[in-house]
């Protein structure tokens, strides 16, 4: 891990005021996070590289050796899961992740039973947290939160990695690093992500999820963007600029059977009400005109994917899960493969691993 942390240099407000491009490049070093705390500081190389390490990590692991080999590699280091916003399969996906190479993980689900009760700042609670760990994965509401702490850490005398597993309605750049490790693989036959037509549906004011991925598919070719949702729930203004300012083509549409057929992918979302309803938003399912159902496979190309970043409410019908076109639950399991390609890396054991496959398995 390098010490020196890039940014450590730099005053909060001097930070926030950077270019946001300029400022994500200061999370990594030598083209591999220190953090990952925004899907900006993502470029192609470095998704190419995850993608191409998380399937040597799964080929590895189909053997007892291969698995006693991920389980050693880093077994002297201690991870925290500090996650204060309901979350069970993250959490789960960055624990399994943590056990495959053999980190102890803990976990801090409800600061309700730590010091904040007794009047703890949240930044003082994590500061003492991460005196114990050498890597810390967050969970919270508040918007920026990691980003914070990866700054006040990088000016005490022991900074650690810090990864945003999910920061208020902003970011969720792990979600969406499987995404694309998903679409990827999903295209490997069919010329990768280049070229192709991604279709976001839903809560896209409030889905962190699709923030983060429409910025990591900008490192993408001719790739182009439908963001279909009720007026209320469009996606942000923000993320329409950072698509003009990188010059990549998009729809905002609010009818969605129409796009339907022009679709490579199309990612469904629920209507995130845990932060309040929008008016003329549509009700809990989120307005039956946002639903995929069984009759529209017929509408879907043949090589086309339909992906959720889970959990689901009526968004797609049941009926479609076992349509091969289908890609949600596989989402799910190359979820935890991407995560230890990125903690791997992280730590800097990328060569370590890519060693043992050259001796091992090619
Ligand atoms: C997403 C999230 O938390 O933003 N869930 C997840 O991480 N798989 C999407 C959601 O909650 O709708």
Not at 154 to 169: C, D, F, H, L, Q
């Amino acid at each position: 891990m390098p010490k020196d942390y890039r940014f450590s240099h730099l005053s909060w407000d001097g930070l926030q005021g950077l270019d946001v491009r300029r400022k994500a490049s200061l999370f990594n070093d030598g083209g591999r996070p220190i953090h990952t705390l925004v899907a900006q500081q993502f470029t192609r190389g470095m998704l190419d590289d995850l993608c191409g390490l998380a399937t040597r990590i799964r080929r590895i692991a189909k053997s007892k050796d291969g698995m006693h080999f991920l389980n050693g590699l880093l077994d002297h280091k201690r991870a925290m899961l500090y996650f204060s916003q309901p979350s069970t399969r993250t959490f789960l996906s960055f624990y399994a992740a943590c056990q495959i190479i053999g980190i102890k993980a803990a976990e801090v689900r409800d600061p309700a039973t730590s010091s904040e009760l007794k009047g703890e700042s949240i930044e003082d609670s994590i500061r003492t947290f991460s005196s114990y760990f050498d890597l810390l994965i967050m969970r919270t509401p508040q918007q920026g939160l990691a980003e914070h702490m990866a700054w006040l850490l990088s000016n005490t005398e022991r900074p650690v990695p810090i990864i945003n597993a999910g920061s208020g309605k902003d970011q969720h750049p792990t979600q969406a690093l499987l995404d694309i490790y998903t679409l990827q693989r999903s295209f490997e036959r069919l010329g990768g992500i280049d070229g192709k037509t991604v279709v976001f549906v839903g809560d896209l004011l409030r889905g962190r999820t699709v923030r983060s991925l429409a910025w990591l598919l900008t490192n993408y070719t001719d790739v182009k963007q439908y963001f279909v949702a009720a007026k209320p729930l469009q996606i942000g203004e923000d993320v329409l600029q950072q698509l003009d300012e990188a010059g990549v083509k998009y729809e905002v549409r609010e009818d969605f059977e129409s796009v339907i057929p022009e679709a490579d992918a199309i990612y469904m979302t629920r209507l995130q009400d845990e932060w309040g309803n929008v008016p003329g938003a549509g009700d809990k399912d989120n307005g039956t005109k946002y639903h995929f159902r069984a009759e529209h496979l017929r509408l879907l190309k043949r090589n086309a994917i339909l992906m959720h970043p889970l959990p689901r409410r009526k968004e797609i019908a049941v009926e479609v899960d076992s349509d091969p076109r289908a890609m949600y639950w596989r989402q799910v399991r190359n979820g935890m493969w991407i995560r230890v390609a990125l903690i791997v890396t992280t730590f800097r054991l990328d060569g370590e691993v890519n060693k043992y496959y050259e001796l091992n398995l090619e």
